[in-house]
Each structure stands twice: as C-alpha cells, then as structure tokens.
Nanobody, 124 residues
Framework: QVQLVESGGGLVQAGGSLTLSCAAS????????MGWFRQAPGKEREFVAS????????YYADSVKGRFTISRNNAANTVYLRMNSLKPEDTAVYYC?????????????????WGQGTQVTVSS
C-alpha cells in the first residue's frame, strides 16, 4: 500500500500560481499511475489531472486544461501539480491519489490510496 502526503497549499490571489507536491512512501511508486482530485465546500470530489507512469502521458479536466500541469519524479517518489492563472473557483482541498487500475485515475473508483489533502484558497 502506498502512503501519500501532500504539501504546498495556501492562500493566493486570483491570477497567481502555486505548486503542490505529493510525496509517496514505498519502493514501488513508479508502478503507480497518479492523479490529483479536489473537493470544494459542499461539492463532490472531482478529477483534476492524472499522469501515467510508463510514458508520462497526462490527462486534465476541462476546467484546468491550459492552466495546470501535472508532473512526476519517480526517483524522488513525488508527483507535482503546477497551478497557474488561479481562479476563485479553484478554491478546494486538493488530494493526491494513486491508481488501483492500470490507467491514470480519473474517477473516484480508480483510486487505491488518498493523501490527507492540502487546502488551496484563491481570493478575488
């Protein structure tokens, strides 16, 4: 079982940038496709971005495409989410996720392990 710890959240003004990091434990991090999800107050958790381990293919929700970039460093057991041009509607708790299927996770049912989450707040 992989354990995940997110960091890098905070308060930022609209138009600003943040980079989230997710550190994974275990020696098999490179075997997992990874993703980021988020949950805003009163809303369901939703897919943000994911990345395949084998070829680093990436996938994004339409709402973040062109603004967010997911990447990973298998040697460092870390996955990142670079968020540019942030909007107030990006405010949410962001969760790192490891896939339980042989695909980058895009649905809640695809996820094997969750991190504890990191808060991102974008002020207008």
């Amino acid at each position: 079982q992989v354990q995940l710890v997110e960091s890098g959240g905070g308060l930022v003004q609209a138009g600003g940038s943040l980079t989230l990091s997710c550190a994974a434990s275990g020696r098999t991090f490179s075997a997992y496709d990874m993703g980021w999800f988020r949950q805003a107050p009163g809303k369901e958790r939703e897919f943000v971005a994911s990345i395949r381990s084998s070829d680093l293919s990436t996938y994004y929700a339409d709402s973040v495409k062109g603004r967010f970039t997911i990447s990973r460093n298998n040697a460092a057991n870390t996955v990142y989410l670079r968020m540019n041009s942030l909007k107030p509607e990006d405010t949410a708790v962001y969760y790192c996720a490891a896939s339980r299927v042989v695909l980058p996770p895009t649905r809640l049912s695809d996820v094997r392990s969750w991190g504890q989450g990191t808060q991102v707040t974008v002020s207008s």
